[in-house]
């Protein structure tokens, strides 16, 4: 994706997307004008948002957010969202509980505080609908008129109920054979929904070329070429746990890896906080996540590599089955650079630990949630991760999607509706 | 239910439960001491919670209730709750998204604003985690240990994972052929999950004869021996629509009737508000919704009748099948006080109002969330609701719960991943 010719954009800077003044090359720092482009002009490096938020204050900032909706427009001082967005249609997602996990933590043994971010409690019930509504401010600002993406699920049906809402046409592309949930959901909001007969990987693929075609002319991809715009939302979720836990950083944290793209965001919100003087600077480590059957990260982590060999995913969780993961590298500096690590765990042990937190903590998570729980276990028995020190586990998704991993905790038994029978099945 | 024999209680007014200081009978208005009862001593009529609110004044009052938490506890001074709940373990469900629907609006001729209170962004998705927190609290203050109820799927779900949260076990009773998204969801959190062999009348007699049996004994059910205590939470419906108004009252209401307790409490609420203070005492209009299949409401208030006939449930709204509503003469009377009315739909209605509230706000409902938008657009084409007057309708529930309903909203088509197989499919 990054090596691909980027779009030709004539947009300036004049487009109003709040403090956001530019695009910046990740690689080589190049700078060029707010549009909707994702690799760099000169170095094809993948872009980032560069802000001014030379204007702020922190008291006064920390007031402003605490003043603000209770979604992530709080923290539109620092998206690139124009002031005004909380007014404008969208999902308003985010500001999702932040759960003492005391249940839990006792039973893997943590002396310090557990947290799970719970972020099902989103409106699609993924954290998905963080990066659209940030990518969906992108693409009115571009005048695009149609919504798209390449989705391992959740992201789909985030776009297709965002679309709706904010009044998009929308067309998203998902490999043909996932879970019914996260196919019903993507398509009950009426835009078309494209299965691609291949994995992930192949969707991604096929989007990178339809950028380039007339037929993907005036969509904004929200994924692709208004990537740069989309990960910031990913910040907020960072923002919220330091908010949470009263503007504090946590010691640990640890995060699903899919693209890695999540993970990258949330150590560039930590960073962004503590340069702000929202909270105090301390060390702080993040930890990956990653299922055994597409576990590309956590084994170049482990070989102690610095390049991600591509793998094809086979796991029940397909919300993180990317075999190429375009942010890979850069999970590996953070978590090499924060005292972290990256680990995996197999499909049944995802399962396991999504019945675990189920269990624990009434939360009941989707397959990816699984491998985040499975992994905190995994670090807490092999020593990498101190449970004497307050650990957040991010929980991205619904098991309302992923149904069929769990399918096994059904009735308990079935009876008649009489006394006798209940007796009978031995339950008391 | 409301001629079972009361349990015995030893239970007295001391009891911490907050501003709750006795029960009441709904009929006679007989007082007896807070307990695990639901039937009056003195007529068998339903029992309700009596409040000593006299030290409150209106805006000290609402200035605490603003610095309260982003959840139903944030009205623990009106609700049977002790003061320091929100630092108990539970699942703080509630101050769920008020959403303007403009888009629906449009389409349906508004020309006021109509709103949507999207209750699936509750912790299991339902606004039966309202209810079930409060009912929780009363557990803890009685000493049961093991949560129970009858369920048509939502509650089984929320007790379960509440149960797990706060350290209760639990053993819920349900229909045992419900949608496999909410089997699968209730057995998930680790309790006894029993199917029964009957519909949910069946299910819910079944438990009041377990009631009086030594079996069920230390059992906490929530809508039957905790019943008053647990129709509580509802009325946190009514706290936030008036709250996120900006303290005012809405016009109209559209209400889903399963028994027929949340309008019912939506009405209590509002009167609360009212005597408080809280908001200007103006006419509302509430408004009741059933599915053609289970509409014995509706067929009453057609037929000018007072009188309930009980049906047989045949409806995909299964959560809201229950054939013999104990509050159903409650309802009737609100809907003609108010000038409201009760209105039902078809299944094929149900359907196509929940593709109508994805396509148009983004927001997937259960079958329940389709049969009242299915009855708001029958109601302002029959001239029942007035489109020019501030209405609210209740998404009580996710679609995700119910798939099945809209099964048929998968891929618009697959395709190879190629330029020239998607350009074959005829989208673009």
């Not at 124009?82 to 509980?97: M, R």
């Not at 789909?156 to 679309?163: D, K, P, S, T, W």
């Not at 693209?259 to 560039?268: A, M, P």
């Not at 396991?352 to 807490?380: D, N, S």
Request: net charge negative; hydrophobic share 40%; charged share 20%.
């Amino acid at each position: 994706m990054a090596t691909a010719t980027p779009a030709p954009s004539d947009v300036t800077t004049a487009v109003d997307l709040g403090p956001a003044t530019a695009l910046s090359c990740r690689e080589c720092g190049a700078r060029s004008p707010l549009g909707p482009d994702f690799a760099c002009p000169e170095c094809f490096g993948p872009l980032e948002i560069a802000y001014d938020y030379s204007g702020y204050e922190a008291e006064e900032l920390r007031k402003r957010i605490e003043a603000g909706p209770a979604s992530i427009w709080r923290y539109a001082p620092l998206l690139p969202v124009p002031a005004d967005v909380a007014d404008k249609p969208n999902l308003n997602p985010g500001w999702t509980p932040l759960v003492k996990a005391d249940n839990l933590g006792r039973e893997l043994g943590f002396t310090a505080q557990l947290h799970v971010k719970d972020d099902s409690g989103n409106p699609t019930h993924s954290f998905k609908d963080r990066v659209v509504a940030c990518a969906i401010e992108a693409a009115r600002a571009f005048e695009f008129t149609t919504l798209s993406c390449s989705s391992t699920g959740n992201l789909a049906g985030a776009v297709g109920a965002a679309a709706a809402r904010a009044g998009f046409n929308s067309c998203v592309f998902i490999p043909h054979d996932l879970e019914q949930g996260k196919i019903v959901m993507a398509g009950v909001y009426g835009g078309a929904l494209v299965g691609i007969d291949g994995n992930y990987d192949d969707v991604n693929r096929f989007c990178s070329e339809l950028i380039g075609d007339p037929a993907g002319e005036g969509w904004g991809f929200v994924n692709v070429n208004l990537r740069p715009y989309y990960g910031e939302g990913s910040k907020t979720l960072a923002f919220e746990i330091c908010e949470q836990l009263g503007w504090r950083l946590p010691e640990q944290i640890v995060i699903p890896i899919a693209s890695g793209s999540q993970l990258t965001k949330i150590d560039k919100g930590l960073q962004e906080l503590i340069r702000l003087g929202l909270v105090e600077d301390r060390p702080y480590r993040i930890f990956g996540a990653q299922a055994e059957g597409c576990s590309p990260v956590s084994a170049a982590f482990k070989a102690g590599r610095d390049v991600i060999r591509p793998v094809k995913p086979d796991t029940i969780a397909k919300s993180l089955a990317i075999g190429n993961p375009a942010d890979g590298p850069y999970v590996l500096d953070i978590a090499r650079r924060t005292g972290g690590a990256v680990e995996d765990v197999t499909d049944a042990e995802v399962v396991e630990a999504i019945k675990l937190l189920a269990r624990t903590e009434g939360i009941f998570a989707e397959t990816a949630g699984g491998v985040t729980i499975g992994v905190l276990k995994k670090l807490v028995e092999t020593g990498q991760l101190d449970p004497s020190k307050e650990t957040v586990a991010i929980n991205t998704g619904d098991g309302l999607k992923t149904l069929d991993a769990v399918a096994d905790a059904g009735l308990t038994t079935t009876i008649r509706p009489t006394l006798e029978s209940f007796r009978a099945a031995g339950l008391v």
